[in-house]
């Protein structure tokens, strides 16, 4: 009889909805600080979508001198940058906000990590002549469409960014992750990558990109993926963009009972704005604050997380409420309590767990 | 370029711990009634065993006239029986417990069902040239072992059952799932199945079979698997058997947003005495209560789930609560109020969910 190995098996992905197909990263169980296609969450508004069963082509117009297709080949011959970048979900922790909201009730791994390959979306716009006087924003079409509760009709997914935030240098075109090509459900060929912005901006499986003269308002920016403070009415409403900063606690898990002795707190750290400079951990729910180690310090990847770790002695056994607050080079905390939405976007308020000692 | 198929994916496990090894059923997503080994949920105590590199034997010893072991192939050469059984984890929704309570957090899908084949244990004993007078209790080792945090040294995972419940002719010793050998996470290659109670007596792994003339006490009996339903003492502690009348809302999801018209909200519902007789839905948080349709009937396959659907045509946008309540031929019912207690066992409050229609 075969002896049969003693692993426990492999983290997988944890899933919220199969059609279409929402599924967390199971962050808490992964060793690795870059997370492999497996791993990495899923994120759809809609089926997959069918590709064109030709060549591919990325038609480049609009308010640009002249209006160019590019193959995926010339793309690839461009020269690149690879930039290791989280996408978070802006919807990242719904679950937490009390009072509860509606949509798929995400917790802690609606965000991933990896090395991101591909052209500035800028060297596009000037391959194809440079954007012309009078153009407002860059509008980025996927393959992806369909009908959500919320819509009156079929929609392309689509989204637009600011000027500003299209040309910066690090907004890339991407074709590859981590050294291959971009797997087809995280956007296969090209996929928008905006560092520091919630993930709905970086679009899967460009269609089309077009510089326009107005405020786009399509459905994925000016209904969805906006902050509505107010349970019934739209009053204060505005769009959702950059990360917020923030932290998870990522071992133990909440509610695991464990044994007296030395533990190890870890967990990630990540802003939108500037870097990680500090994160804090209490064990005593608040009273009390210890500064953790930055396991991995953030200079050149300033769009990853950083990891931390705190070393943690209860010789009480008890319940204990674990708490985490990091801070950015821009002098933004965590909250207390969390910005509370209509539609639960950007949760970012202190982490929390609960453990008890046996 | 390849055309990529719609295909949304497949459901998979929910990880809730990899060391050892518990995930979740992805009940909400199966449409068999069957749930097949790569979604069986796990529930591991310790490390997965090693099992003996030599043949498999089976040591039933203990108070019978002719202590015996039997070799694998003897056991399936023997008359058989095969069994549609639920296997439930006591733990099963114990996320839902308010005040919450420690350990795995289990929602919906601490459960599985599927046929089970095996030889009944009271034949195993009567080869063994029967119990001797003085017989209490049957005792079952698995091959697993290791040490939780409470408790002082590593013990073996074994359990005990009641004489009149060890020689119930449906008490198998099996050494099939749905006509495939168990598989090795789930106990290969015997486990032992004790229909109608909660799991955690179905041991895997077999290693020995005793019939003893005490009552055992070990860890899995004794200190864990019991009801204590006071937090700060074990006065009242009782311990954990038979299942409990229970029902879950599998469709739609908590917390989904759904269009106005017809949807279908589908569930199980199962018990641990008797039979399922009836499950009411309400759509108006306890209000008005309609009779849902129970869609598989359950006459042979009385320790199987009973699947059931509702029809519910939601004309009015707004937020719902939507619960269910199952009774059982025994007149058991789900309570309004789960009975608490301090490990978080045997958790059949009336299921709920809220939606909103946009």
């Given at each position: 009889m075969a002896r049969y190995p003693f692993s426990s098996g492999k983290p997988s992905l944890i899933v919220?909805?199969?059609?279409?197909d929402n599924r967390e990263s199971p962050l808490q169980f992964i060793e690795n600080d870059t997370i492999g296609n497996d791993l990495f969450y899923r994120r759809n508004h809609f089926s997959y979508p069918a590709l064109p069963q030709s060549s591919y082509w990325l038609p480049v117009n609009g308010l640009v001198h002249r209006p160019s297709i590019f193959t995926l080949d010339e793309i690839i011959k461009m020269p690149s940058k690879t930039l290791k970048v989280i996408l978070e979900c802006?919807?990242?922790?719904?679950?937490?906000?009390e009072p509860k909201v509606f949509g798929d009730q995400w917790e802690k791994g609606a965000m991933s990590q990896g090395y991101w390959k591909g052209v500035p979306l800028r060297n596009l716009l000037e391959l194809a002549g440079g954007v012309k006087p009078g153009a407002k924003e860059v509008l980025i079409e996927g393959y992806d469409f369909g009908k959500q509760p919320n819509m009156n009709q079929p929609e392309t997914f689509a989204r637009s960014l600011p000027l500003n935030k299209a040309l910066h240098p690090d907004t890339l075109i991407a074709y590859q992750y981590n050294n291959q090509p971009i797997p087809f459900k995280h956007g296969y060929p090209l996929r928008l990558i905006v560092p520091?912005?919630?993930?709905?901006?970086?679009?899967?499986?460009?269609k089309q990109i077009s510089v326009i003269d107005y405020k786009f308002n399509g459905s994925f920016q000016a209904d969805d993926y906006v902050y509505y403070p107010k349970k019934e009415s739209d009053a204060g409403a505005f769009r959702v963009t950059t990360i917020n900063v923030n932290s998870s606690i990522?071992?133990?898990?909440?509610?695991e009972i464990l044994d007296t002795g030395k533990h190890l707190i870890k967990g990630i750290a990540w802003t939108g704005?500037?870097?990680?400079t500090k994160v804090e951990v209490s064990t005593d729910n608040g009273t009390n604050w210890s500064t953790a180690k930055l396991t991995v310090q953030r200079n050149q990847e300033r769009y990853a997380w950083t990891t931390w770790s705190y070393e943690w002695n209860p010789d009480e056994k008890g319940e204990y409420t674990i708490l985490t607050r990091a801070a950015d080079s821009l002098q933004r905390i965590q909250p207390k309590v969390p910005f509370w939405n209509r539609k639960g976007y950007g949760y970012n308020a202190i982490d929390q767990i609960k453990v008890k000692i046996e």
């Open positions: 919220r909805k199969v059609h279409p802006a919807g990242n922790k719904r679950h937490f906000f520091q912005w919630y993930a709905v901006a970086s679009v899967k499986w460009i990522l071992n133990p898990l909440n509610r704005e500037g870097a990680i």
